[in-house]
């Protein structure tokens, strides 16, 4: 996991990063800079099962989320499963990006970083 999470953190712009069960239990977290997301990992299943809920009454599952705060934008990325479902065993990777103009770099990097968070 210390190496996905340096992984993370090499991506140009990304400052903080955390690797969350979907019932909130942090599986780690690093960072560049505070504030970090080591202590919000109940907060980040919340954010992401709020956006779940949503993205069901639309008609689609959640395969992402930005957030947009004033310190900086918030990445929610759902890793598949192994098996090829994210439904089960759901993995989390938050990404707190320095500004919005990072979020292209950050979301091209997300499909590696995603596989490596699934297989951990």
Do not use: I, W
């Not at 239990?25 to 099962?49: D, I, V």
């Not at 993205?55 to 599952?61: K, M, R, V």
């Not at 959640?62 to 090829?84: F, N, S, W």
């Not at 759901?90 to 590696?112: I, K, M, N």
């Amino acid at each position: 996991m210390r190496e996905l999470l340096n992984e993370a953190l090499a991506v140009p712009g990304v400052v903080a990063v955390a690797v969350v069960s979907g019932d909130g239990e942090l599986l780690g977290a690093a960072q560049h800079e505070p504030p970090g997301l080591s202590e919000a990992g109940s907060l980040l299943a919340a954010a992401l099962a709020a956006s779940g809920v949503l993205a069901e009454s639309l008609g689609g599952g959640l395969g992402q989320a930005v957030l947009e705060y004033r310190t900086g934008p918030l990445v929610l990325a759902v890793a598949p499963h192994p098996d090829g479902t994210a439904t089960r065993d759901v993995r989390v990777l938050a990404l707190r990006l320095r500004t919005l103009a990072d979020l292209g770099r950050a979301r091209f990097e997300l499909p590696r970083l995603l596989s490596g968070v699934a297989a951990a």
